[in-house]
């Protein structure tokens, strides 16, 4: 089965600071998604990767995926305490195409 | 246009107790999925409906059943509660294969 790492596990930032998370999969990756938590409530969806070398934007928000390398960043540009909370990837297993998860990256933004 | 709703939102059983957890999917949307969220983890996948039949299946023991009614809505039943099922419920629908999944706020369930 598909098996998705996030790193880092956590991360606190200084308000207007890059940050960069990365994703890597077990498996090739045929739809690679980006969401947002806030705790103890739904996903957000960020944004969705299908083809390798694609990039996409969301104000300050840009992911890439890198399809040789089955693995995908997000990263956020100067970042705002409206940035903090969950960020997790997910991927089409194929088949049915079930999303699988990773365990997430915890933001802290300070002010 | 609603998105995903779930109820309810909190809910605290007793060992051994059963539940029964509700959702309607985004206006549109056929495939409804179900995910198991710990603290401190990624959503695990239980299983997805479509068409009204369990089309793929997580990790789950057969305590874990759920059902798709007509209109998409679906429900998630576990019975014989453990205190490990403590987590977030969470339920998500999309419109077809490759689309992006839409979630609900999930519900809270406490075993005691």
């Known amino acids: 089965s598909q098996e998705l790492e996030q790193s880092p596990q956590s991360l606190i930032v200084q308000e207007g600071k890059n940050l960069t998370i990365n994703c890597t999969s077990s498996k090739t990756l045929y739809g690679l998604y980006w969401y947002k938590q806030k705790y103890g409530e739904g996903l957000i969806f960020l944004m969705m990767?299908?083809?390798?070398?694609e990039e996409k934007s969301h104000e300050k928000i840009t992911a890439k995926l890198d399809e040789k390398k089955q693995q995908s960043s997000l990263h956020i540009t100067a970042s705002q305490p409206s940035h903090a909370g969950i960020y997790l990837c997910g991927a089409d297993s194929g088949g049915y195409q079930k999303v699988t998860f990773g365990t997430g990256t915890k933001l802290q933004v300070i002010p | 246009d609603a998105g995903v709703t779930q109820s309810p939102t909190h809910l605290i059983k007793t060992r051994g107790q059963q539940v029964t957890l509700r959702c309607s999917p985004k206006?549109?949307?056929?495939?409804v999925s179900w995910y198991q969220q710990a603290l401190g983890q990624g959503p695990q996948f239980i299983f997805q409906y479509y068409e009204e039949e369990e089309r793929q299946r997580g990790n789950f023991p057969d305590r874990f059943s759920g059902h798709q009614f007509p209109n998409y809505s679906s429900e998630l039943n576990v019975n014989a509660l453990l205190l490990g099922d403590s987590a977030l419920y969470l339920c998500?629908?999309?419109?077809?294969?490759?689309?992006?999944?839409?979630f609900g706020n999930g519900t809270r369930l406490t075993v005691t």
């Open positions: 990767l299908q083809k390798g070398g």
């Open positions: 206006s549109g949307h056929d495939t």
């Open positions: 998500a629908s999309r419109d077809g294969p490759g689309a992006p999944l839409h």
